[in-house]
């Protein structure tokens, strides 16, 4: 027979078997179960502190990255001065400047590139060594040398004069590592007869022909460092019918990609790390979670400090530094700002959460027009927005400190478990012994029971045998 009823916690108990009748197995389980709740609690109590840790961790990193870009924002280098020179065709006339560059826009007309002169040469491997002299400078060529061999000592030696290249196995031609024209060039002596030049194929090096706005020019190089004050051109090509190249020196100045570059790089880290918080802040907790996932989701919803934090972010955009002009005192007035919608139409999620837009051609603008004053606003909203921030993500900042609460909250909470798992095991072990100790009382009492059952039943046994002897005698005398 098999009787099932329930426990306090609703776990059902069987009764069967064994000496009592009863399943001690599901009964000890079943007391442990309701025990054991205190310590499911606590344990997911740890899971969700351990969530919202990683989650402000998170929070802090990006914090403190952005404080970092930030920082950049106000740096001096930003805005130190360089000159830009531009070419209007880089891929015939490239132009760098050097330094103190004459400022205004050039003409470049180019009718002529320098060359360098070159001798061909018919090659026959020498039967034993010899010694060719090119320039003055001595080739030692080995016995049976071929004409790459040649090749490879010429070019190697850093101090000879000319280039060396192979047409076929049998044809050599140098040229002159120096552009330009020149009286005399790649002057060969071999009295072996390694090399015997070609005649008619000699080709003499020339300087490069330009002008700069009508006034001709010639250079054995096709690189200029003198022919416009400050500034180096490279002539690539010959110049067109289309016209000349411009050349535009600008004033020194700051880099004005450079600075837009920066002000974006700190826009986008900006909008992602606003972005990040605010998922925090709006994603609710579910409802009965049981796993991990779920038990860490939603820890920071509605989070006051974090909250806070992002509003006094919001406002430092438009927030006007001290001691600046009204014209150049915020963000907002070179272009930055969150794109706030007008009219009817409805505001986007990014402009709900106050991220923000760079108006690049206002940004520009703004720099062009007053360098010095983008830098000091700039450089006040950095130093304002890094304290900010760091209130709350710097060392000894307010989330730091709840990092610390976490921690040692969660290690509490681990030591409190495993004190719990301890006496829950030990309160395990009492029980099995308790009902171990009831089974074998009850095993023996049942054991005695059955022994006096037996005797009890030889005894009457043995009485019915004597009672029916008894009348049997009776009844024969």
């Known amino acids: ?39 499911t609690h606590l344990t997911d109590e740890q899971i969700t502190l351990e969530g919202q840790r990683t989650q402000l961790q998170s929070i802090q990193s990006n914090l403190t990255k952005l404080t970092f870009d930030a920082q950049e924002l106000g740096s001096p280098t930003l805005f130190n001065t360089s000159q830009a020179v531009t070419s ?31 001798r061909t040469f018919t090659f026959k491997s020498p039967a034993a060594a010899e010694t060719l002299t090119i320039d003055g400078k001595e080739i030692e060529v080995a016995a049976g040398a071929t004409i790459e061999d040649l090749v490879k000592a010429i070019n190697s030696d850093s101090t000879a004069t000319v280039y060396a290249a192979a047409v076929g196995k049998e044809a050599v031609v140098l040229s002159t590592r120096e552009t330009g024209a020149k009286a005399a060039y790649i002057e060969v002596a071999d009295p072996g007869g390694t090399l015997v030049e070609q005649a008619g194929l000699a080709k003499e090096g020339v300087n490069a022909q330009y002008t700069i706005d009508g006034v001709a020019g010639t250079s054995a190089s096709n690189k200029l460092t003198s022919a416009i004050p400050g500034v ?74 974090l909250g806070s934090l992002l509003n006094a972010m919001r406002q430092s955009i438009y927030e006007p530094g001290k001691e600046l002009p009204a014209e150049m005192s915020s963000l907002a007035d070179i272009g ?75 290690t509490e909470l681990s030591a409190r478990i495993t004190n719990m798992n301890e006496m829950l095991a030990i309160r395990q072990k009492t029980l099995e012994s308790e009902f171990a100790a009831m089974e074998k009382v009850m095993a023996q009492s049942q054991s005695q029971s059955a022994w006096l059952n037996a005797q009890l039943t030889s005894m009457l046994g043995s009485d019915s045998s004597s009672s029916s002897s008894s009348k049997s005698s009776s009844s024969g005398g």
């Not at 009592?20 to 599901?26: F, I, K, Y």
């Not at 606003?274 to 919803?301: D, M, R, V, Y």
């Open 88 to 118: 209007s065709e880089p891929t015939r006339v490239a132009a760098a400047t050097t330094a103190g560059a004459a400022v205004g826009g050039y003409e470049v007309e180019v009718t002529q590139l320098a060359n360098s002169g070159q």
């Open 232 to 305: 180096t051109l490279e002539l690539k090509a010959l110049t067109t019918t289309t016209g000349p190249v411009t050349v535009d020196v600008q004033p020194p100045g700051p880099s004005v990609s450079s600075i837009v570059t920066q002000v974006q790089a700190f826009v986008t880290l900006y909008n992602s790390t606003i972005g990040a918080i605010n998922s925090q802040l709006t994603t609710k907790p579910i409802t009965g979670g049981q796993s991990a996932a779920e038990l860490q989701t939603g820890t920071l919803f509605g989070d006051f400090e």
């Open 336 to 410: 930055i700002s969150t794109g706030a919608p007008t009219g009817n139409v409805a505001p986007s999620q990014g402009t709900l959460e106050g991220q923000l837009t760079v108006n690049t051609a206002q940004l520009e603008s703004a720099i062009e027009a007053n360098p010095a004053g983008v830098e000091k606003m700039l450089q006040s909203f950095s130093k304002g927005f890094e304290g900010l921030v760091n209130v709350n993500a710097g060392p000894g900042g307010s989330l730091e400190a709840r990092l610390t609460g976490d921690t040692t909250q969660t």
């Open 1 to 39: 027979m098999t009787v099932v009823s329930s426990s306090t916690s609703g776990a059902p108990i069987s009764f069967s078997g064994l000496s009592s009748g009863l399943n001690t197995s599901e009964i000890i389980s079943a007391l442990l179960g309701v025990e054991r709740a205190p310590i």
